[in-house]
């Protein structure tokens, strides 16, 4: 089976800190994403990645990095924390083009 | 803008009964085609994947896919309790593109 694997299953964090997301998988898969999901809005695109130090924008990059230093692991970074980012944080992968996504048990992040 | 297309319910269904949740795409070159299951607080879980026109059957579960009507449809038989949940309708896109496109699901109750 998959196994999709986030460091956090709930997280706390204040104001302006920098928060460090991480996830990894292990599948040997090529794509790596990170989404965002809120009531009422679905699920929304962060970043992905495709290959190890490849990375691309989202639809909402903005206030988020990433890192992609190794093919299993893909973090997630949130350069100043603010509360508008108190969000459930969703990692996945997948093996390659037009191919189904595999989930991680998610974060809840609430920024303080 | 590629789009997916899902009503968000509640769809409300007696235990036993069958419950239909149906899902539209925009990018009429999308040939991959999911469901997902999402418990409320928990990540997706894939269900099935279907990729050719007609029906896919696994267990309780049968996907159906017409791309001449770019509609997608999950069937679920003998619904139960369990099977409370949002159900996530999820298509590739197009071309050689690694990210799949997620509707805003739709909330499955079953009633006993």
């Known amino acids: 089976d998959v196994k999709v694997t986030q460091s956090s299953r709930y997280l706390v964090k204040r104001t302006g800190e920098k928060v460090f997301l991480e996830c990894v998988q292990d599948?040997?898969?090529?794509?790596m994403f990170w989404y965002r999901q809120d009531p009422g809005l679905g699920l929304r695109l962060i970043y992905f990645?495709?290959?190890?130090?490849?990375?691309e924008k989202g639809d909402i990059p903005e206030g988020y990095s990433v890192s992609r230093e190794k093919k299993e692991r893909f973090s997630l970074i949130l350069e100043s924390a603010s509360t508008n980012q108190t969000s459930m944080y969703l990692c996945a992968s997948s093996p390659g083009v037009r191919t189904e996504a595999f989930f991680g048990q998610g974060t809840r992040l609430t920024v303080v | 803008q590629k789009e997916v297309e899902q009503n968000s319910g509640p769809l409300s269904v007696p235990e036993g009964a069958i419950a239909s949740l149906n899902c539209t795409y925009s990018d009429r070159g999308s040939q991959s085609f999911f469901w997902y299951r999402q418990y409320s607080g928990k990540s997706p879980e894939l269900i099935m994947s279907i990729y050719s026109n007609g029906d896919k059957e696994d267990g309780r579960f049968t996907a159906q896919l017409n791309k001449a009507s770019q509609y997608v449809s999950l069937l679920i038989r003998d619904s139960q309790p369990s099977d409370s949940a949002t159900y996530l309708c999820?298509?590739?896109?197009?071309?050689?593109?690694?990210?799949?496109?997620f509707g805003r699901g739709t909330s499955l109750i079953v009633h006993p």
């Open positions: 999820a298509a590739s896109s197009s071309g050689g593109s690694y990210i799949p496109t």
């Open positions: 990645s495709y290959d190890v130090k490849m990375k």
């Open positions: 599948m040997d898969h090529e794509n």
